[in-house]
């Protein structure tokens, strides 16, 4: 089956503008994370979706940053305006059940923000 | 909040030789389950092994397994027979019923030929 797709793989902004990140979840996966991973750092969750409901999130930097999953699939996320401490890779990750805690989530390749 | 503490930064170990990575936690919590994840060099990160803490026998998948030790909240990785792709980050993540996946820091291990 085919895996979690991001994309852009990549990505340079300057300080101030705007950035959206696009992920496609495994098909049929109902819960969709979204993760920053600081350089050196483990992945931090910014928001967890269960169809197209946000479940968690706490993490969330909500004055710049914001994420939305339309029909319960495909899901963007935006930073506007953004920082130098954005500079990160995000990554994208679905699981199949209903967010259980012992699922297991299955991770994409990830988009790195480098911001000037 | 529950933390995740990796204390080891980087390791290294000869090919075919075991290699333990090392875990700790902190929760109040009584029900939860423990991860790790393997993230390769320029490769999406993938789940190594878990363990649910109300289980008192350690889980094997091949040739890792965990020492889980629910008292100490410590929950170590082992490597047997390291092969040259098990080079990678390595980390442990804590999850408790209706909460969020914490990772640690990271472990990154390089396996030497």
């Known amino acids: 089956e085919a895996g979690v797709a991001q994309s852009p793989r990549y990505k340079i902004i300057e300080k101030r503008q705007s950035v959206a990140f696009w992920c496609n979840p495994i098909?049929?996966?109902?819960?969709l994370y979204w993760y920053q991973q600081i350089l050196g750092q483990g992945p931090k969750l910014l928001i967890q979706?269960?169809?197209?409901?946000?479940?968690?999130d706490s993490q969330l930097p909500k004055d710049r940053f914001s994420a939305e999953r339309l029909k319960g699939v495909d899901s963007t996320l935006k930073i506007q305006p953004a920082k130098l401490e954005d500079s990160a890779v995000y990554l994208c990750?679905?699981?199949?059940?209903?967010?259980?805690?012992?699922?297991?989530?299955?991770f994409g390749p990830g988009t790195r923000l480098t911001v000037l | 909040a529950q933390t995740v503490t990796q204390s080891q930064p980087e390791m290294s170990v000869q090919e075919a030789e075991t290699v333990t990575l090392s875990c700790t936690y902190d929760?109040?919590?009584?029900?939860?389950?423990l991860f790790w994840y393997k993230q390769p060099p320029s490769r999406q990160m993938i789940l190594v092994i878990r363990?649910?803490?109300?289980?008192?026998q350690n889980a094997t998948e091949n040739r890792f397994s965990v020492n889980f030790q629910k008292a100490a909240k410590s929950f170590s990785l082992k490597i047997s027979d390291s092969q040259l792709g098990d080079t990678a980050m390595y980390f442990c993540?804590?999850?408790?019923?209706?909460?969020?996946?914490?990772f640690g820091g990271g472990t990154r291990l390089m396996v030497k030929p």
């Open positions: 098909s049929g996966h109902a819960t």
């Open positions: 993540a804590f999850n408790n019923a209706g909460n969020m996946l914490t």
């Open positions: 990750a679905s699981s199949s059940q209903s967010g259980r805690a012992f699922d297991e989530q299955f």
């Open positions: 929760t109040s919590e009584n029900n939860y389950y």
């Open positions: 979706f269960q169809n197209n409901g946000v479940v968690d």
């Open positions: 363990q649910e803490a109300y289980k008192q």
